[in-house]
Protein backbone atom coordinates (compact mmCIF):
# COMPACT_ATOMS: atom_id res chain seq x y z
CA UNK A 1 0.00 0.00 0.00
CA UNK A 2 1.24 3.54 -0.45
CA UNK A 3 3.16 4.85 2.23
CA UNK A 4 1.11 8.39 2.02
CA UNK A 5 -2.10 6.88 2.91
CA UNK A 6 -2.57 3.23 3.69
CA UNK A 7 -5.96 2.85 3.25
CA UNK A 8 -5.56 2.84 -0.48
CA UNK A 9 -3.23 1.46 -3.06
CA UNK A 10 -1.13 3.44 -5.03
CA UNK A 11 -2.98 3.58 -8.07
CA UNK A 12 -5.92 4.88 -6.11
CA UNK A 13 -4.12 7.18 -3.93
CA UNK A 14 -2.83 9.00 -7.29
CA UNK A 15 -6.53 9.17 -8.90
CA UNK A 16 -7.13 10.43 -6.00
CA UNK A 17 -4.92 12.91 -5.51
CA UNK A 18 -5.57 13.73 -8.94
CA UNK A 19 -9.14 14.33 -8.59
CA UNK A 20 -8.78 16.82 -5.54
CA UNK A 21 -6.79 19.03 -8.44
CA UNK A 22 -9.45 18.61 -10.56
CA UNK A 23 -7.46 16.63 -13.52
CA UNK A 24 -9.14 14.34 -15.15
CA UNK A 25 -7.98 11.11 -15.23
CA UNK A 26 -6.50 9.56 -18.98
CA UNK A 27 -5.61 5.51 -19.39
CA UNK A 28 -4.63 4.24 -22.54
CA UNK A 29 -5.06 0.16 -23.15
CA UNK A 30 -2.00 -0.99 -25.07
CA UNK A 31 -2.45 -5.27 -26.28
CA UNK A 32 0.80 -6.15 -24.67
CA UNK A 33 3.02 -7.81 -27.05
CA UNK A 34 2.30 -5.99 -30.52
CA UNK A 35 5.08 -4.19 -32.44
CA UNK A 36 6.34 -1.27 -30.53
CA UNK A 37 4.25 -1.84 -27.34
CA UNK A 38 6.85 -0.50 -25.20
CA UNK A 39 7.54 2.40 -26.76
CA UNK A 40 3.72 2.75 -27.06
CA UNK A 41 3.86 2.92 -23.56
CA UNK A 42 6.59 5.45 -23.09
CA UNK A 43 4.86 7.39 -25.85
CA UNK A 44 1.42 7.66 -24.16
CA UNK A 45 2.96 8.60 -20.45
CA UNK A 46 5.12 10.87 -22.18
CA UNK A 47 2.50 12.66 -23.51
CA UNK A 48 -0.21 13.32 -20.61
CA UNK A 49 -1.54 9.31 -19.48
CA UNK A 50 -2.36 9.13 -15.83
CA UNK A 51 -1.80 5.33 -16.43
CA UNK A 52 -1.44 2.43 -19.12
CA UNK A 53 -3.98 -0.67 -19.07
CA UNK A 54 -1.63 -3.25 -20.63
CA UNK A 55 -3.83 -6.18 -22.53
CA UNK A 56 -2.41 -9.85 -21.69
CA UNK A 57 -3.63 -11.30 -25.12
CA UNK A 58 -6.01 -14.17 -25.09
CA UNK A 59 -7.26 -16.45 -28.23
CA UNK A 60 -11.05 -15.81 -26.78
CA UNK A 61 -10.88 -12.30 -25.30
CA UNK A 62 -14.74 -12.06 -25.07
CA UNK A 63 -15.15 -8.51 -23.84
CA UNK A 64 -13.07 -7.20 -26.81
CA UNK A 65 -14.46 -6.15 -30.38
CA UNK A 66 -12.34 -6.35 -33.66
CA UNK A 67 -9.55 -4.20 -33.27
CA UNK A 68 -8.34 -5.85 -29.76
CA UNK A 69 -9.43 -9.50 -31.24
CA UNK A 70 -7.06 -8.60 -33.91
CA UNK A 71 -4.22 -7.05 -31.67
CA UNK A 72 -4.23 -10.23 -29.87
CA UNK A 73 -3.94 -12.80 -32.86
CA UNK A 74 -0.99 -10.65 -34.04
CA UNK A 75 0.47 -10.59 -30.45
CA UNK A 76 -0.06 -14.46 -29.64
CA UNK A 77 1.40 -15.19 -33.19
CA UNK A 78 4.69 -13.56 -32.38
CA UNK A 79 5.06 -15.49 -29.70
CA UNK A 80 4.06 -13.17 -26.66
CA UNK A 81 2.84 -14.74 -23.30
CA UNK A 82 2.31 -13.73 -19.86
CA UNK A 83 5.72 -14.63 -19.05
CA UNK A 84 7.15 -12.67 -21.94
CA UNK A 85 5.12 -9.48 -21.32
CA UNK A 86 5.75 -9.44 -17.64
CA UNK A 87 9.77 -9.67 -18.07
CA UNK A 88 9.28 -6.69 -20.57
CA UNK A 89 7.48 -4.29 -17.89
CA UNK A 90 10.10 -5.33 -15.67
CA UNK A 91 12.32 -2.72 -17.73
CA UNK A 92 9.59 -0.01 -17.67
CA UNK A 93 9.85 2.96 -15.90
CA UNK A 94 7.50 5.43 -16.87
CA UNK A 95 6.60 7.18 -13.43
CA UNK A 96 2.92 6.21 -13.57
CA UNK A 97 1.07 3.17 -12.68
CA UNK A 98 0.57 0.15 -14.55
CA UNK A 99 -2.46 -1.99 -14.83
CA UNK A 100 -2.96 -5.19 -16.87
CA UNK A 101 -6.32 -6.35 -18.37
CA UNK A 102 -6.22 -9.99 -18.36
CA UNK A 103 -9.27 -13.41 -18.63
CA UNK A 104 -9.60 -15.24 -15.83
CA UNK A 105 -8.50 -18.36 -17.24
CA UNK A 106 -5.01 -16.81 -17.34
CA UNK A 107 -4.97 -15.93 -13.93
CA UNK A 108 -6.16 -19.55 -12.91
CA UNK A 109 -3.42 -21.42 -15.08
CA UNK A 110 -1.50 -19.43 -13.03
CA UNK A 111 -2.60 -19.62 -9.57
CA UNK A 112 -4.00 -16.53 -7.58
CA UNK A 113 -0.94 -16.26 -5.59
CA UNK A 114 1.76 -17.15 -8.02
CA UNK A 115 -0.09 -14.37 -11.05
CA UNK A 116 -0.83 -11.86 -8.18
CA UNK A 117 3.12 -12.14 -7.41
CA UNK A 118 3.44 -11.95 -11.07
CA UNK A 119 2.32 -8.60 -11.12
CA UNK A 120 3.87 -6.93 -8.48
CA UNK A 121 7.50 -8.26 -9.39
CA UNK A 122 6.91 -7.05 -12.98
CA UNK A 123 6.11 -3.49 -11.35
CA UNK A 124 2.02 -3.94 -12.27
CA UNK A 125 -0.37 -2.24 -9.19
CA UNK A 126 -3.69 -3.29 -10.66
CA UNK A 127 -6.03 -5.79 -12.58
CA UNK A 128 -8.41 -5.91 -14.61
CA UNK A 129 -9.87 -9.07 -14.72
CA UNK A 130 -13.34 -8.59 -16.96
CA UNK A 131 -15.12 -12.16 -17.25
CA UNK A 132 -14.37 -13.17 -13.08
CA UNK A 133 -18.07 -12.83 -11.64
CA UNK A 134 -18.14 -10.49 -7.90
CA UNK A 135 -19.44 -13.35 -6.35
CA UNK A 136 -16.58 -15.73 -7.69
CA UNK A 137 -14.04 -12.91 -7.14
CA UNK A 138 -12.94 -13.96 -3.21
CA UNK A 139 -10.06 -15.85 -3.49
CA UNK A 140 -8.41 -14.05 -6.43
CA UNK A 141 -9.48 -10.92 -4.48
CA UNK A 142 -7.23 -12.21 -1.60
CA UNK A 143 -4.23 -12.93 -3.02
CA UNK A 144 -4.49 -9.80 -5.00
CA UNK A 145 -4.97 -7.73 -1.28
CA UNK A 146 -2.13 -9.78 -0.16
CA UNK A 147 0.50 -8.57 -3.17
CA UNK A 148 -0.74 -5.32 -2.95
CA UNK A 149 -2.38 -5.33 -6.48
CA UNK A 150 -5.82 -3.98 -6.83
CA UNK A 151 -8.64 -5.18 -8.53
CA UNK A 152 -10.36 -3.02 -10.23
CA UNK A 153 -14.01 -4.07 -10.68
CA UNK A 154 -16.29 -3.97 -13.36
CA UNK A 155 -19.59 -2.14 -13.18
CA UNK A 156 -22.09 -2.92 -16.34
CA UNK A 157 -24.96 -0.70 -16.82
CA UNK A 158 -27.91 -3.70 -16.40
CA UNK A 159 -26.91 -4.12 -12.57
CA UNK A 160 -29.42 -2.64 -10.11
CA UNK A 161 -28.39 -0.22 -7.04
CA UNK A 162 -27.88 -2.94 -4.74
CA UNK A 163 -24.99 -4.70 -6.86
CA UNK A 164 -23.84 -1.81 -7.96
CA UNK A 165 -22.62 -0.64 -4.20
CA UNK A 166 -21.46 -4.43 -3.86
CA UNK A 167 -19.48 -3.86 -6.78
CA UNK A 168 -18.02 -0.37 -5.54
CA UNK A 169 -17.00 -1.25 -2.07
CA UNK A 170 -14.80 -4.03 -3.42
CA UNK A 171 -13.39 -1.99 -6.16
CA UNK A 172 -9.35 -1.14 -5.97
CA UNK A 173 -8.10 1.66 -7.84
CA UNK A 174 -11.20 2.47 -9.31
CA UNK A 175 -14.71 1.73 -10.51
CA UNK A 176 -14.75 0.82 -14.63
CA UNK A 177 -18.19 2.13 -15.66
CA UNK A 178 -18.78 0.16 -18.85
CA UNK A 179 -19.93 2.71 -21.11
CA UNK A 180 -22.11 0.32 -23.23
CA UNK A 181 -23.66 -3.32 -23.35
CA UNK A 182 -21.41 -4.96 -26.09
CA UNK A 183 -17.65 -5.43 -26.74
CA UNK A 184 -14.74 -2.89 -26.96
CA UNK A 185 -14.77 -1.06 -29.79
CA UNK A 186 -14.89 2.72 -31.63
CA UNK A 187 -18.36 4.30 -31.84
CA UNK A 188 -19.43 7.54 -34.03
CA UNK A 189 -21.31 8.66 -30.74
CA UNK A 190 -20.71 8.35 -26.67
CA UNK A 191 -23.70 6.21 -25.45
CA UNK A 192 -25.88 7.62 -23.27
CA UNK A 193 -25.38 5.03 -20.85
CA UNK A 194 -21.57 5.57 -20.74
CA UNK A 195 -22.96 8.83 -19.14
CA UNK A 196 -25.93 7.74 -16.79
CA UNK A 197 -23.68 4.57 -15.74
CA UNK A 198 -21.09 7.47 -14.77
CA UNK A 199 -23.18 9.44 -12.22
CA UNK A 200 -25.14 6.41 -10.73
CA UNK A 201 -21.89 5.24 -9.74
CA UNK A 202 -20.56 8.98 -8.68
CA UNK A 203 -23.39 9.09 -6.20
CA UNK A 204 -22.63 6.10 -4.60
CA UNK A 205 -18.84 5.41 -3.95
CA UNK A 206 -15.84 7.84 -3.02
CA UNK A 207 -13.51 5.11 -5.51
CA UNK A 208 -12.83 7.27 -8.56
CA UNK A 209 -15.03 6.51 -11.36
CA UNK A 210 -13.46 5.79 -14.97
CA UNK A 211 -15.49 5.09 -18.11
CA UNK A 212 -14.26 2.65 -20.60
CA UNK A 213 -15.92 0.55 -23.21
CA UNK A 214 -17.55 2.81 -26.75
CA UNK A 215 -15.12 6.25 -25.88
CA UNK A 216 -13.51 6.29 -29.57
CA UNK A 217 -12.14 10.08 -29.71
CA UNK A 218 -10.87 12.68 -27.89
CA UNK A 219 -14.55 14.80 -28.19
CA UNK A 220 -16.36 11.34 -26.71
CA UNK A 221 -13.79 11.75 -23.69
CA UNK A 222 -14.51 14.93 -23.34
CA UNK A 223 -18.17 14.31 -22.49
CA UNK A 224 -17.41 11.56 -20.16
CA UNK A 225 -15.59 13.56 -17.86
CA UNK A 226 -17.88 15.72 -17.50
CA UNK A 227 -19.12 13.64 -14.93
CA UNK A 228 -16.45 10.63 -14.98
CA UNK A 229 -13.38 10.87 -13.17
CA UNK A 230 -11.84 9.67 -16.00
CA UNK A 231 -12.07 7.56 -19.22
CA UNK A 232 -10.13 4.82 -20.70
CA UNK A 233 -9.61 4.22 -24.54
CA UNK A 234 -8.25 0.85 -25.69
CA UNK A 235 -9.72 0.07 -29.53
CA UNK A 236 -8.57 3.79 -30.63
CA UNK A 237 -5.23 3.51 -29.20
CA UNK A 238 -4.63 -0.04 -30.30
CA UNK A 239 -6.01 0.76 -33.95
CA UNK A 240 -3.19 3.56 -34.07
CA UNK A 241 -0.42 1.45 -32.71
CA UNK A 242 -0.95 -1.34 -34.84
CA UNK A 243 -1.65 0.70 -38.72
CA UNK A 244 0.82 3.68 -37.77
CA UNK A 245 3.17 2.74 -34.92
CA UNK A 246 3.66 3.89 -31.45
CA UNK A 247 4.88 7.72 -32.17
CA UNK A 248 1.03 7.58 -33.49
CA UNK A 249 -0.33 6.61 -29.99
CA UNK A 250 1.58 8.93 -28.18
CA UNK A 251 0.55 11.87 -30.28
CA UNK A 252 -3.34 10.71 -30.10
CA UNK A 253 -3.26 10.85 -25.97
CA UNK A 254 -1.62 14.15 -26.75
CA UNK A 255 -5.03 14.86 -28.48
CA UNK A 256 -7.23 13.35 -25.78
CA UNK A 257 -5.02 14.81 -23.31
CA UNK A 258 -6.15 18.27 -24.52
CA UNK A 259 -9.64 18.17 -24.72
CA UNK A 260 -10.03 16.56 -21.17
CA UNK A 261 -8.06 19.03 -20.02
CA UNK A 262 -10.20 21.86 -21.70
CA UNK A 263 -14.13 21.23 -21.47
CA UNK A 264 -16.02 23.25 -23.45
CA UNK A 265 -17.47 26.38 -21.87
CA UNK A 266 -20.87 26.06 -20.87
Known sequence: MSTEDPKFGSLETVLRKHRSASRK????YITGGLTGWIDAIRGAAANGADAVEIGIPFSDPVMDGPVIQQASERALRSGAT????FHELRNVDVGIPLIVMCYYNTVFRAGHERFA?????AGVVAAIIPDLPLEESGPWCAAADHNLIETIMLAAPTAPDERLSRVTARARGFVYAVGL???TGERTELAATAISMATRLKRITEVPVLVGVGVSNADQAQQAVAVADGVI???SVVRRLMDLGPDAVGEYVAEVRAAIDNPPRA
Open 25 to 28: VLVP
Open 82 to 85: PTSI
Open 117 to 121: NALRE
Open 181 to 183: LGV
Open 233 to 235: QGA
